[in-house]
């Protein structure tokens, strides 16, 4: 089944050391995002990939960095992570079908610890 | 700027009853989508329905179905014959041409007891 792919599911890492969480498609999906959801909370869109047209949402931290390599894969990377980083991050995609408008679909997410 | 609220942080419901979850939103645009989402706990986010504003009939998948009103901007989910499944967090979403990303509500979250 075509899907959303995330690893790994559980990240344990030390304040300020830095991680990388990965995504995976098998979707062929034009556009991938990257969000940060804490607890009982909405997600919260960190930036989006549309094809290799990386967007930064205005108000995401310096500290959050992101990577396309090719149309399957998108990295996120936190450089120096502090404790109010620790939370769910969900990675999506849709298929970019330049009207503004279509379907995003969740991958499970990777729950990230800091100790 | 749009927003989405979702007025209701939880319900409950009893195992094979109906519920209707609450949205509103709040937009000047006349073309956009409205979604619903479901998080089981410390599961996926997975879509339960869409909504296209400019279709006038209401979206309905299996026991889920939506009542959508464009002049009110309200776009409730009514779930029938409740499973103890249903049991999540359920958000209500806005998408537009304009806006291109997803404005979530801050969701409901939706107990089923046995």
């Known amino acids: 089944d075509a899907m959303v792919i995330q690893n790994p599911r559980y990240q344990v890492t030390q304040f300020g050391k830095p991680v990388t969480l990965s995504c995976s498609q098998t979707?062929?999906?034009?556009?991938m995002y990257w969000y940060q959801q804490k607890s009982s909370q909405a997600p919260k869109l960190l930036f989006h990939?549309?094809?290799?047209?990386?967007?930064n949402e205005a108000d995401t931290p310096d500290n959050f960095q992101s990577r396309r390599p090719n149309t399957s894969f998108c990295f996120l990377d936190i450089r120096s992570p502090g404790l109010g980083d620790a939370a769910m991050y969900l990675c999506a995609t849709s298929r970019g079908t330049g009207e503004g408008t279509d379907t995003q679909y969740f991958g499970p997410g990777t729950r990230l610890t800091v100790l | 700027a749009q927003t989405v609220t979702q007025s209701q942080p939880e319900m409950s419901v009893q195992e094979a009853e109906t519920v209707t979850l609450s949205c509103t939103y709040d937009?000047?645009?006349?073309?956009?989508?409205l979604f619903w989402y479901k998080q089981p706990p410390s599961r996926q986010m997975i879509l339960v329905i869409r909504q296209e504003a400019y279709k006038q009939q209401n979206a309905t998948e299996n026991r889920f179905s939506v009542n959508f009103q464009k002049a009110a901007k309200s776009f409730s989910l009514k779930i029938s014959d409740s499973q103890l499944g249903d049991a999540a967090m359920y958000f209500c979403a806005y998408n537009s041409r304009s806006q291109g990303n997803l404005i979530f509500g801050k969701g409901t979250k939706l107990s089923v007891k046995p």
């Open positions: 937009t000047s645009e006349s073309d956009y989508y």
């Open positions: 979707l062929n999906h034009n556009v």
């Open positions: 990939y549309y094809d290799k047209d990386f967007n």
